[in-house]
């Protein structure tokens, strides 16, 4: 196009006072604030400009650019934190916000933040209170343990311990359980920004007792133990039980602490889940400190929680740091009702939904498949090949690595587009869907479906086949 034509494309474009004044007597403006239309009238018109000096086609009309601009403005103004339908089967989608709140939570929270609250005011004494108050005797309730509190997450808790007991002296900790979770989270690091001083004993597959002995010394602080939660070491292996260190840590004279990492209040193997070692049987071995998270096997929002010795969690509570680190009112109403839960571990597994979707029967979850399937065919006719196949739903959140929970999944192998087009669309939709390729196929799990969603699934795979 020669540049002449540009510049007489250019001289069409309406200024931003016209498209201004168009926009106030426009009902679609209403509720949108006045700097958020400036900023979109000046945005849509500029990408014109740069449409036009590309050579392509791009309208210059004052109505098309206003509607341009009608979406803009929409978009900046939508939520970028959105519910999704997790369909992978994944039940602790770290990506997807991990643990899903409990009705007695969510009622909580609205409690809670719907007026003025005791967070840190003590009814009984008229006087300042302290937050942890709200859940540590629950916490020491169901663990045993002698004192507890909670702060913002699991590594803000590993932090904050050896802020408090170990800075600048030795953590003797075990090749084999120097982790690194999701989002490059590791061990180390955390160590040496709390300024404590990394001490490795054993070798990446195999510790013994005579390894932690012949690595004290005086200027060891403390005794680490890492719960390996998002890998095993198989094979020629060994590893000293917590039990064992808490021996030599009584011994020496030194505290012992655990990090669970997952954690969780329940005993998990009575219902063919593994043997994720427990909370309760931590704090039973004597170990001084113990953490773990609120949002994974728990079931409850994102907290770390600490337990321990009334000394050292004193000690912590003292730490500056813990201001920086410390749970909010809401985060504390969820995890108080969470815990309240598991007074009655029958009604506990029955209502978090962590804990339900982790124990669903096969039966369950293959009945919801194939009813869903069922409903899809007619639909979806030749558009797709539709079927229930039998595969794997997993745990997530870093715990459990190696179980694969039975499943009965719902393939699509679409005819008219790929399966990674499908995916898109469906991660698109709104709300999103969000599966997962495998065989050349888009797979719905229904285990992480919650009640009401199947249809929504089902809709949308629908519209997207029969509109591609």
Do not use: W
Not at 80 to 99: P, S
Request: with cysteine.
């Amino acid at each position: 196009m020669p540049d002449i034509s540009k510049q007489d494309r250019l001289r069409q474009l309406p200024g931003v006072d016209i498209l201004l004044e168009l926009a106030k007597q426009d009902h679609r403006f209403t509720d949108i604030p006045p700097s958020l239309v400036k900023k979109a009238v000046r945005t849509v018109i500029a990408q014109a400009r740069t449409g036009i000096l590309e050579n392509r086609d791009t309208s210059t009309a004052s109505q098309d650019l206003l509607s341009e601009a009608l979406t803009h403005a929409g978009n900046a103004m939508a939520f970028n934190l959105v519910a999704t339908i997790n369909a992978t089967g994944v039940v602790l989608h770290t990506n997807l916000g991990r643990a899903l709140l409990c009705n007695d939570a969510l009622d909580n929270i609205t409690r809670v933040a719907s007026g003025y609250s005791n967070l840190e005011f003590n009814i009984a004494t008229g006087k300042r209170g302290i937050r942890y108050s709200a859940v540590e005797d629950l916490l020491c309730e169901l663990t045993g343990a002698e004192a507890a509190m909670a702060v913002n997450n699991n590594a803000g808790a590993v932090l904050l311990c050896l802020d408090t007991l170990t800075a600048n002296r030795e953590v003797i900790v075990s090749r084999g359980e120097l982790v690194e979770i999701g989002g490059s989270f590791r061990i180390p690091d955390v160590m040496a920004k709390s300024g404590s001083i990394l001490r490795e004993v054993g070798t990446t597959n195999r510790t013994h007792l005579k390894d932690y002995r012949a690595g004290i010394t005086e200027n060891t602080a403390l005794l680490l133990k890492v719960h390996r939660s998002n890998y095993t070491i198989k094979g020629f292996t060994s590893s000293v039980l917590l039990d064992e260190l808490v021996a030599i840590g009584r011994g020496k004279n030194i505290p012992v602490m655990e990090d669970l990492g997952s954690g969780t209040l329940v005993d998990l193997s009575r219902y063919g889940l593994g043997n994720e070692p427990t909370v309760s049987r931590a704090a039973a071995s004597g170990a001084d400190i113990v953490t773990f998270s609120g949002d994974k096997l728990l079931g409850g929002p994102q907290a770390g929680i600490i337990l321990g010795s009334k000394a050292l969690i004193s000690r912590i509570k003292a730490n500056p740091l813990t201001r920086a680190l410390r749970i909010d009112k809401l985060t504390l109403a969820a995890l108080e009702a969470t815990l309240q839960l598991y007074r009655n571990e029958e009604k506990a597994v029955e209502e978090i939904p962590a804990l339900r979707m982790l124990t669903l029967s096969f039966e369950v979850i293959a009945n919801r498949a194939e009813k869903m399937v069922k409903a899809l065919v007619p639909r979806i006719g030749t558009r797709a090949d539709i079927a229930c196949v039998d595969l794997s739903s997993r745990t997530g959140g870093g715990a459990f690595p190696e179980l694969f929970l039975p499943s009965r999944c719902i393939a699509v192998t679409p005819k008219t587009i790929s399966p990674a087009r499908l995916e898109k669309a469906m991660r698109q939709n709104s709300p999103a869907i969000i599966g997962r390729i495998e065989n050349q196929s888009f797979i719905i799990d229904p285990r992480t479906l919650q009640d009401g969603q199947e249809a929504i699934v089902c809709n949308a795979l629908a519209a997207i086949l029969n509109r591609e």
